[in-house]
């Protein structure tokens, strides 16, 4: 039996892979995920979608910090060539519809959500979710990035739930 490998074979390029994080309603979890994320990105070499990618996840953690009132998760899911970025958290209430109601004024503090959401990713959506770690059933928002795809269009695939 010949001796066991020192350390284990990194996943290849385009081998799937998943990281999850779960932190507390805390105004510093946005921060962490951006941070944590940008780390996954860099050592899988997708440096390329990780400056959308943390715009994307920044939006969606503060917003699940600001109004759910309970801890959140954020899941990683890379099948190649789409980085899926689902963020939960154990508030039931779905984002307001996308529905043009206007231009956003340029001192608002809120409400460009969703709009930098339809801009910037490939793909999105939301789904009932079920986080037994988060303590509830709750929703998840989710995201899509190609890899290579340039800017956003709007016949984007989604990758399967």
């Known amino acids: 039996m010949p001796p066991p490998a020192p350390y284990p074979v990194p996943t290849p390029f385009g081998g799937p892979w998943e990281y999850a994080l779960r ?8 921060g962490v995920a951006r941070a944590t994320l940008r780390a996954v990105l860099t050592a899988h070499h997708l440096g390329e979608l990780a400056d959308r990618a943390e715009l994307l996840t920044s939006e969606l953690t503060t917003n699940a910090v600001r109004y759910s ?25 779905f984002p307001a519809p996308r ?22 990713a ?21 995201f899509e990035l190609i890899l290579g795809a340039g800017p956003p269009s709007s016949d984007a695939p989604a990758l399967a739930a």
């Open 23 to 30: 932190f507390p309603g805390d105004p510093r979890g946005p």
């Open 69 to 93: 009132k309970g801890p959140a998760a954020v899941l990683l899911r890379w099948a190649a060539p789409i980085l899926r970025v689902s963020v939960s958290d154990p508030c039931p209430e």
């Open 99 to 120: 529905v043009p109601v206007g231009p956003v004024a340029v001192d608002a503090e809120r409400g460009r959500g969703l709009l930098i959401l339809d801009l910037l």
């Open 122 to 142: 490939d793909a999105w959506g939301d789904c009932c979710a079920e986080e037994p770690a988060l303590g509830s059933v709750g929703k998840s928002i989710w």
